[in-house]
């Protein structure tokens, strides 16, 4: 099976504006999770989505949005963006509806000037 | 909520010595403690899970225990390898629907 995608891989951005990220999970898989990543902060959780509804969130401000689509395709959106927004943006998938073994994609690396 | 607290943030070990990471969690709920590796510009992948019904759970060169009283778990690398050099990141989670909550890494370098 093909791998957990996520588009687009870099993304330069200006404060004030909002961007889209979105990930393909592996074929089957029903649960998409976001995490930020950031040197330092590790792997920051900011939402869950099992079968088009989110399902745990973290704690993040209300710029931070996501949804999920019938395939499991997810999107993150983040408006308003700020400097502070500038890090590795991974997404993970699991098989089933436990958040347990998540597979990760390769990230989108959103840099904010 | 729950925190997972991670020690130490950096180790570097010669090659072929042993090397041990350890993690509290905060939640007694908590029952699943998975272990993940990222090497530099790469994504971060499973290496080992334990479950709280286990006390200890191996898998080659790693293994991990876990002490539930005391809320921790570590992850033991036996005869460090160069290629074991990544960040390594614990985690945890409690039961169906919940989210899984990571600590902040180590960084651990294997010198030849």
């Known amino acids: 099976k093909a791998g957990v995608t996520q588009t687009p891989r870099y993304l330069i951005k200006t404060r004030g504006q909002q961007v889209t990220l979105s990930c393909s999970p592996i074929?089957?898989?029903?649960?998409v999770s976001w995490y930020q990543q950031t040197p330092g902060q590790g792997l920051q959780f900011l939402f869950e989505?099992?079968?088009?509804?989110?399902?745990n969130k973290g704690n993040f401000p209300g710029r931070f949005s996501g949804r999920q689509f019938s395939n499991s395709r997810s999107e993150m959106n983040v408006s308003t963006l700020e400097l502070g927004d500038s890090a590795l943006y991974l997404c993970?998938?699991?098989?089933?509806?436990?958040?347990?073994?998540?597979?990760f994609g390769p990230g989108t690396r959103l840099l904010v000037l | 909520g729950e925190n997972v607290e991670q020690h130490p943030s950096t180790l570097s070990v010669q090659e072929g010595d042993s090397a041990v990471i350890k993690c509290t969690y905060s939640?007694?709920?908590?029952?699943?403690f998975p272990w993940y590796k990222q090497e530099l510009g790469k994504r971060p992948q499973l290496i080992i899970d334990?479950?709280?019904?286990?006390g200890e759970k191996k898998d080659q060169r790693i293994a991990v225990t876990l002490n539930k009283t005391a809320k921790h778990f570590s992850l033991h690398i036996t005869e460090t390898q160069p290629e074991d050099s990544a960040v390594y990141f614990c985690?945890?989670?409690?039961?169906?629907?919940?989210?899984?909550?990571f600590g902040p890494g180590t960084s651990l370098s294997v010198i030849p």
């Open positions: 985690a945890a989670s409690k039961a169906s629907y919940d989210k899984v909550i």
């Open positions: 074929s089957g898989h029903r649960s």
């Open positions: 989505y099992f079968s088009e509804t989110q399902r």
């Open positions: 993970a998938s699991s098989p089933r509806e436990r958040s347990e073994t998540q597979y």
């Open positions: 334990i479950r709280s019904n286990v």
């Open positions: 939640d007694s709920a908590s029952n699943y």
